[in-house]
């Protein structure tokens, strides 16, 4: 059973820091491309931030410059700096990552539970 877990949410202030982590764990054979995504109240869940095992990193345009994702793959993790947060950063973040199983061949999405992000004004 493969599963993703996540750290790091909070209640922050305008200006302020956080760091989210995501570590996956389980029948996992490889992981390939891990990334966060954001859902704010009355809005369509959107992508921040998206990292391949190897390849180039894409971030959406409203945190470029402010968020930083990262991963460490012998730690099969992936984490969210994110600095000089705004009211309109709050949501619920999800850490996703394609998995390669050790039970099944095909590569298959997972997510995280979702951690909440609040900033104060």
């Known amino acids: 059973q493969v599963q993703l877990v996540e750290s790091g949410g909070g209640l922050v202030q305008a200006g302020g820091s956080l760091r989210l982590s995501c570590a996956a764990s389980?029948?996992?054979?490889?992981?390939?491309?891990m990334g966060w995504y954001r859902q704010a109240p009355g809005k369509q869940r959107e992508l921040v931030a998206i990292?391949?095992?190897?390849?180039?990193?894409n971030y959406a345009d409203s945190v470029k410059g402010r968020f930083t994702i990262s991963r460490d793959n012998a730690k099969k993790s992936v984490y969210l700096q994110m600095n000089s947060l705004k009211p309109e950063d709050t949501a619920v973040y999800y850490c996703?990552?394609?998995?390669?199983?050790?039970?099944?061949?095909?590569?298959?999405?997972?997510w995280g539970q979702g951690t909440q992000v609040t900033v104060s004004s």
């Open positions: 990292m391949p095992r190897d390849g180039i990193t």
């Open positions: 996703n990552a394609g998995i390669k199983s050790r039970s099944y061949s095909p590569e298959s999405d997972y």
């Open positions: 389980g029948s996992i054979f490889r992981v390939n491309g």
